[in-house]
């Protein structure tokens, strides 16, 4: 069956390190896209992609940026970790009818 | 602007209570919106659309434009349905613009 995945599912850093997140799909979507998940603030869309070579910046990209070189991936990083990057991460794919999230990521920075 | 706005933050109910869960939106074209259901631990699903109107788990959701609404209902709520709903706005590209969530309770 087609799925999304993530990894890792949890990982601790320290503020200033540089930190990807891996997201990976088996859908063949063209579209995929990185959230970030706050209590209060719901999902933030922080980068998008519609093709391979294409990136595009969302509601809250500061700190952030991504890389699309196949269909299948979309890794996120952070390029000089915060403590305000803490979150839960959810990266997800898109069909014309739906899009169909990844398990999540806990980030903690510290 | 574009924008989802769910106003509660927690909604209790017991077993067997109806449920409604609120959702407007902001949008000056034709919208398409969705609710999005994520158990404890769990990812983010679909639970409905509004195109399909169909009723998903006993929910249903309908697309008030008048009133810019897309509020969730069920008549009958289960202990099961204990999760955090999202509604989500699709303007016409391939985002969503999710509102803030609201965390449903059912206590037996």
């Known amino acids: 069956d087609a799925e999304i995945t993530q990894s890792p599912r949890h990982k601790i850093t320290e503020t200033g390190r540089q930190v990807t997140l891996a997201c990976h799909q088996t859908w063949n979507h063209n579209n995929m896209f990185w959230y970030r998940q706050d209590l209060g603030h719901g999902l933030r869309l922080i980068h998008y992609s ?46 014309a009818l739906e899009q169909f999230f990844g398990p999540g990521t806990r980030l903690t920075v510290l | 602007a574009q924008r989802v706005t769910q106003p509660e933050k927690l909604l209790s109910v017991f077993k067997g209570a109806p449920v409604e869960l609120k959702c407007n939106y902001s949008y000056s074209g034709s919208p398409e919106l969705f609710w999005y259901v994520q158990y404890s631990r769990q990812r983010l699903q679909l639970l409905l659309r509004h195109i399909s109107r169909e009723s998903i788990k006993g929910f249903t959701a309908d697309l008030n434009k008048g009133e810019t609404s897309f509020h969730l209902k069920k008549p009958f709520a289960q202990e099961e349905d204990s999760a955090m709903y999202y509604c989500a706005l699709r303007p016409n590209t391939d985002k969503l613009i999710f509102g803030t969530g609201t965390r449903l309770q059912v206590f037996p």
């Open chain 1, 50 to 95: 519609y093709g391979v070579h294409d990136t595009n910046k969302g509601e809250v990209s500061d700190g952030y940026s991504v890389s699309r070189s196949n269909t299948e991936d979309l890794p996120l990083t952070l390029e000089s970790a915060a403590s305000s990057q803490t979150s839960v991460y959810f990266c997800a794919s898109s069909s």
